[in-house]
């Protein structure tokens, strides 16, 4: 298993998914409260993107992005019109920390400037500009020197934000829920005062969305819950239910001057296909508000649970099915027994907070089932 060397396996070989379910190749079923980092918005084999990928597939697999094609600028289209405000253009990519490169990119390209702020406990990906961005040392000290200029904040400190963005500032990265970093939703106040600092430095508003956008917090992009508009919005994970793709979409007054940025896979058809069978289905069901509600149900019943039987729950946050459970004990093991025992998948962000990003078309049976064998696991 010539992988293993990056990543430890898990003890579950899975082999197909449907829904809210993987199953591994003896038949054993698990509920996914994962959906492997926020991939699946719809669940696993959504019948509508399986489809999508399959006539595409069928039709033309690939062609370079200097050519239009339907299916490409149909999403260009979607992303534009879907993006919050005046957002009206769309950059593709393979991934989320390729879609904060381009932004960094971006904004330095368009203000003539270096400097970057980012936030403590933020993460923005891995490779070297996105790792120059992300907090923990864990993920940089072995890769250093990063891409340089980079200063960090505390995340919520608007003071220290006011000091920190100056006429030297390219831009503010911020994620309106930080992930990795712990399921910490930030306060409407301090976005909108980042948009007023930002704006007054002339410096871009960043709103790193990979993980809270298509659905995931109760609103297609989180920052329509606090009514912010940022310069550039990062997508990536969900946006196209399973397939690599990011996108980086940005207002005009950045798009005026990207300087020379480039990707051979940029918006390949297939990728393009089914993403907009993603959004599509997102948008006509209203999968977002379905996701604010069943979200909200969850927290309530892992409150209701966490108390019944005196569980050692210190809290339950997050928004929409962004959810970050943190325990009074070590969360690896909760989440191998809830795995082993419980057959049910869930995730980590850091050593005491149990993450759950299921699919955003779960029901309220399945945040019952999550919550009784979580209950069993920690009880
Ligand atoms: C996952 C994630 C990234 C990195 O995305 P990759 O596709 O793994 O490169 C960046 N920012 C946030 C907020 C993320 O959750």
């Known amino acids: 298993m010539s992988g293993g060397f990056v990543f430890s396996e898990k003890p579950i070989q899975i082999e197909s998914g449907d829904g809210a379910y993987l199953y591994d190749t003896k038949g054993t079923e698990y509920l ?21 990928i399959q006539e595409q597939a069928e039709t033309l697999t690939y062609v370079q992005a200097s050519y239009p094609v339907e299916v490409r600028t149909e999403l260009y289209e979607k992303l534009a019109a879907l993006a919050p405000g005046d957002i009206e253009n769309v950059w593709l990519c393979n991934s989320g920390t390729e879609a904060n490169e381009a932004a960094m990119k971006f904004a330095r390209a368009a203000t003539g400037r270096s400097k970057i702020v980012a936030t403590k406990r933020g993460f923005h990906g891995r490779t070297m500009g996105a790792l120059a961005m992300t907090w923990k040392d864990k993920y940089k000290k072995p890769f250093e ?9 505390p995340y919520g400190d608007g003071e220290a934000l006011a000091e920190a963005v100056d006429d030297e500032t390219a831009a503010f990265f911020v994620e309106p829920v930080q992930g990795e970093g712990g399921i910490h939703p930030a306060t409407t106040e301090y976005l909108q005062h980042a948009r007023e600092v930002t704006d007054e430095a002339g410096a871009a508003l960043v709103f790193d969305e990979i993980q809270t956008g298509v659905g995931r917090t109760g609103n297609l992009w989180a920052c329509e819950g606090v009514g912010v508009e940022p310069d550039i919005l990062t997508s990536a994970k969900g946006i196209a239910n399973g397939l690599p793709l990011g996108a980086t979409l940005v207002k005009d007054w950045i798009a005026d001057n990207p300087g020379d ?7 390949g058809p297939v990728v393009c296909a089914a993403a907009n069978a993603t959004l599509d289905t997102i948008v006509d069901e209203d999968v977002p508000a379905h996701a604010a509600h069943v979200g ?22 997050g928004s929409g099915l962004m959810i970050g459970i943190q325990i009074k004990r070590g969360a690896n093991r909760v989440l191998k027994n809830l795995a082993l025992s419980e057959q049910v998948l869930a995730l980590p962000a850091g050593r005491t907070v149990v993450r759950l990003l299921p699919p955003l078309t779960i029901d309220e049976s399945h945040a019952d089932q999550f919550v009784e064998s979580f209950a069993e696991v920690l009880g």
């Open 145 to 153: 020197p990063l891409a340089g200029g980079v200063e960090f904040v």
């Open 296 to 317: 909200e149900y969850l927290r309530s019943e892992l409150e209701a649970a966490a108390e019944t039987h005196d569980l050692p729950v210190r809290e339950v946050r």
């Open 32 to 52: 996914d409260f994962g959906a492997s980092y926020a991939v699946t918005p719809l669940g696993h084999s959504h019948p509508a993107v399986t489809e999508a």
């Open 261 to 267: 940025h480039g990707s051979t896979f940029s918006g």
